[in-house]
T-cell receptor, first 112, second 111 residues
Framework: NAGVTQTPKFRVLKTGQSMTLLCAQDMNHEYMYWYRQDPGMGLRLIHYSVGEGTTAKGEVPDGYNVSRLKKQNFLLGLESAAPSQTSVYFC???????????FGAGTRLSVL | RKEVEQDPGPFNVPEGATVAFNCTYSNSASQSFFWYRQDCRKEPKLLMSVYSSGNEDGRFTAQLNRASQYISLLIRDSKLSDSATYLCVVTPDNYGQNFVFGPGTRLSVLP
């Protein structure tokens, strides 16, 4: 009963380094999302996908890229990490855009 | 005005108390409403959906007031395990929009 799985769980980067966060879901959901959560600011949508091969920008897309080559996977990339990208990143998936979203356990990223 | 606003708290209540949270939203066309619960350093998890007629799940009651554009969550007979942050979630409409999360209200239930 995996649901939504995120890897890695923790990561420390130096400014300018790149990395990719992986999100995998086994619920056959069409919609997938990447959020970041910062203290006092709630969850903010970075990018989302409404199906395999599609991606769209959310509220705070700058500095991030995404890809959805397979329905079950949604990748979030940071090409050149900045300290402002230090945050907790959550992936989520849902059956439809107004349906319940199920979240992964999160990735804690620190950029030094 | 932010799309979704919540009192950040913290609400510190004794075990057995009744506590209520409100959440206001700015888009009158909003269609779907949810309460999520987030434990410290964990992912958000659905607590309950909020229906127009109101709904109850055990000790938890959710209400929607479309005229005043707010939703509420009532927790009766608080337990220590209810300590968490409660996130109000709104979908602006049924077409082309995504969830909007409130900043959350922190609840601490004290022994």
């Amino acid at each position: 009963n995996a649901g939504v799985t995120q890897t890695p769980k923790f990561r420390v980067l130096k400014t300018g380094q790149s990395m990719t966060l992986l999100c995998a879901q086994d619920m056959n959901h069409e919609y997938m999302y990447w959020y970041r959560q910062d203290p006092g600011m709630g969850l903010r949508l970075i990018h989302y996908s409404v199906g395999e091969g599609t991606t769209a920008k959310g509220e705070v897309p700058d500095g991030y890229n995404v890809s959805r080559l397979k329905k079950q996977n949604f990748l979030l990339g940071l090409e050149s990490a900045a300290p402002s990208q230090t945050s907790v990143y959550f992936c989520a998936s849902s059956y439809s855009q107004v349906d319940i979203q199920y979240f992964g356990a999160g990735t804690r990223l620190s950029v030094l | 005005r932010k799309e979704v606003e919540q009192d950040p708290g913290p609400f510190n209540v004794p075990e057995g108390a009744t506590v209520a949270f409100n959440c206001t939203y700015s888009n009158s066309a909003s269609q779907s409403f949810f309460w999520y619960r987030q434990d410290c350093r964990k992912e958000p998890k659905l607590l309950m959906s909020v229906y127009s007629s109101g709904n109850e799940d055990g000790r938890f009651t959710a209400q929607l007031n479309r005229a005043s554009q707010y939703i509420s969550l009532l927790i009766r007979d608080s337990k220590l395990s209810d300590s968490a942050t409660y996130l109000c979630v709104v979908t602006p409409d049924n077409y082309g929009q995504n969830f909007v999360f409130g900043p959350g209200t922190r609840l601490s239930v004290l022994p």
